[in-house]
């Protein structure tokens, strides 16, 4: 019995005509077109939105960093304008302080040159009053030593006592007159 159907079968062999590579057979596509179907739908309405969101989230974290990226780097910038403005005003400020703080010295310098000398003028002033002083008060006590040596000597010469006072004063007047005139001839 075998033998008979492998002779009956021999006469329509399934496998007889060659399959053609680049055509499946048609059990095959439908097979295959099921599976398919059914993973394109699932992927479809599960992982497709899944992936989009993930996208979308992503694509927003990097347009959000961009613009905080670029807010931060306006502010950075902002930030070191204000600074550099800073500096130049404080540099500024400094500049003036400086030159203040020298037309101070300078000025307390001629405030004190100024104060030096008036004090000095004032001294030497003081000092020449005094000497003045004393200079006059040397040559009143010359006076009235040599008019009471004049005058006692005119008393051994004349051998009259002087007692009278207003002639002891003319004899002194007159003799410190001649005195001053032998003095200014002499000059």
């Not at 996208?55 to 204000?82: S, T, V, Y």
């Not at 003045?132 to 008060?137: F, G, V």
């Amino acid at each position: 019995m075998a033998n008979t159907f492998l002779l009956a079968a021999e006469e329509h062999l399934p496998l007889e005509t060659a399959p053609s590579p680049l055509v499946p057979p048609l059990y095959d596509l439908v097979w295959s077109l099921i599976p398919f179907i059914v993973i394109l739908v699932v992927f479809w309405k599960f992982v497709l939105p899944k992936f989009q969101e993930v996208l979308n989230q992503r694509e927003d974290q990097i347009e959000g960093g961009i613009q905080r990226a670029e807010a931060a780097q306006a502010e950075a910038k902002a930030a070191l304008e204000k600074y550099n403005a800073q500096l130049a005003e404080a540099r500024t400020e400094a500049a003036q302080i400086r030159d203040d703080a020298r037309n101070q010295g300078q000025k307390i310098i001629a405030d004190s040159k100024v104060q030096a000398t008036e004090e000095s003028n004032r001294i030497i002033e003081a000092g020449n009053k005094q000497l003045e002083a004393q200079r006059s008060a040397v040559v009143s006590d010359l006076r009235k030593e040599m008019g009471e040596n004049s005058i006692s000597l005119a008393e051994r010469l004349l051998g009259e006592q002087l007692s009278d006072d207003v002639k002891r004063s003319g004899t002194i007047d007159s003799f410190l007159a001649d005195l001053d005139n032998v003095g200014a001839a002499g000059k």
